[in-house]
């Protein structure tokens, strides 16, 4: 029984803007009829939780078969109406079961519903998109019509951190209203869809060689943009990054001599402005004495008392259960993928049981204590964070300011070699596209 997919969006909306400094971009999900919402899949049972975020609508979700059975996920998994699906990796022998699957999402479509797949078919850790199984495609050419396919892409800072950003990216629909007549037994077919929704997916995801490379292409989409004064949203950074990728996989393949030694350089200059805690947009800050007092001057109530004891009273009250959720969670040694997921299932009854625990001492004299308790601590927690993490940020920037007033000169010269840098990069950048490697 689906007792939880009803409830599923505002918990999922809940849990993923507590745990991540979470962004969502792009065209919105249709909020009715029947719709196929494909994502990539790095982050275990936490990804379902942010595709739900954009959906803005109940999802049933294909899952794994042994989910089903697990004690710690089970209950999590078939409470919220998923549907299980059979893999050759799990037992060659339920394969045929896989049947009843396809006839329950074909049911599910029909109905109205939206139903999430991940294509990949396994949760990883790996810098880009694995090879995409047909799924998801057969799925589509056994409806009978064109429906929605939507393209949602996650983008993770650091996805095992608590409150390290996440960007949800949602893509333009895939096109293929000229192939929804062909049958799911054309494999010509299924392997020309599998294309486009990889396409798709590529559109609103970040793929790297290497993980190594990630720092590098960061750089030099923050050094392009600092000097082309370039939009920073999410949609965007995401789309710079992965042609920026594809620049430096192009010039590896290539041995482009001129395009690798540009990249060393990138790398030198993101070296050293990381060593003076930099980022290149810093370089053309204003650091007038003016400016300062300005930015002083909004900033003023983050540090007056009720601020500050807020931050305090906040770190105080959710320390335990914080300490406690690290600890429980490192024990079970998840492999990457699966850490936030660990924390968000070790983390929600910790401190649903620590809120519990507050009320009932606030209650022990007057129950209502006990009701305010219960409404203000998680509220409280979450103010506290919020101004704790502005503080932080604050810091940073303040550290900034003072070190370019006092190192004018050095700016200058990092300035001078960072525009030569952008410039350098946005010439490959055309040299690339006008050979047709880059779109």
């Known amino acids: ?178 192939m929804a007549i062909r049958s799911v037994a054309d494999a010509g077919a299924v392997r020309e869809l599998t294309a486009r929704i990889d396409a798709a997916l590529r559109h609103v995801t970040v793929n790297l060689e290497r993980w190594e490379d990630r720092p590098l292409a960061e750089c030099a989409v923050r050094i392009w943009e600092a000097e082309r004064s370039a939009e920073r949203a999410p949609p965007e950074r995401v789309a710079r990054l992965e042609v920026t990728t594809r620049m430096l996989a192009t010039a590896r393949a290539s041995a482009d001599a001129a395009a690798l030694a540009l990249a060393g350089e990138v790398r030198a200059h993101c070296a050293r402005l990381a060593r003076l805690h930099l980022r290149p947009g810093d370089l053309a800050a204003d650091v007038g004495f003016g400016r300062g007092l300005t930015w002083g001057a909004r900033r003023l109530p983050l540090v007056l008392p009720l601020a500050a004891a807020t931050a305090v009273a906040g770190f105080a009250l959710f320390l335990v259960p914080y300490w406690l959720t690290g600890r429980v969670a490192a024990a079970f040694r998840a492999p990457p993928d699966q850490v936030a997921t660990t924390k968000l299932l070790v983390g929600i009854p910790l401190y649903a049981i620590w809120v519990l625990a507050l009320a009932a001492a606030a209650g022990w004299r007057s129950p209502w204590a006990g009701v305010a308790a219960l409404a203000l601590a998680p509220i409280l927690g979450m103010v506290g964070l919020r101004v704790r993490e502005r503080w932080r940020g604050d810091w940073r920037d303040a550290r900034r300011f003072f070190l370019l007033r006092s190192r004018r000169e050095l700016a200058a010269q990092l300035a001078r070699r960072q525009h030569a840098l952008a410039d350098r990069l946005h010439a490959l950048y055309t040299t690339y596209a006008s050979r047709g490697v880059l779109p």
């Open 1 to 178: 029984m689906a007792w939880l997919q009803p409830l599923f969006p505002p918990l999922a909306r809940a849990a993923a803007n507590v745990y991540y400094r979470l962004t969502v971009a792009g065209a919105g999900a249709p909020r009715s009829g029947p719709l196929l919402l494909v994502a990539n899949h790095p982050n275990s049972l936490f990804d379902p939780v942010l595709v739900q975020v954009v959906a803005r609508r109940p999802v049933r979700f294909l899952a794994k078969a042994p989910l089903f059975t697990d004690r710690r996920v089970g209950w999590l998994v078939r409470g919220a109406g998923a549907i299980p699906v059979y893999r050759a990796s799990d037992d060659p022998a339920l394969l045929d079961r896989n049947v009843d699957m396809f006839r329950a999402v074909h049911a599910a479509l029909a109905g109205g519903d939206a139903v999430g797949i991940f294509p990949e078919g396994l949760s990883h850790s790996d810098p880009g998109l694995a090879p995409l199984r047909t799924g998801a495609a057969r799925i589509a050419l056994g409806v009978g019509h064109a429906f929605p396919i939507l393209p949602v892409g996650l983008v993770f800072r650091a996805k095992d951190v608590f409150r390290s950003e996440a960007h949800v990216l949602v893509g333009q629909p895939v096109e293929w209203d000229d």
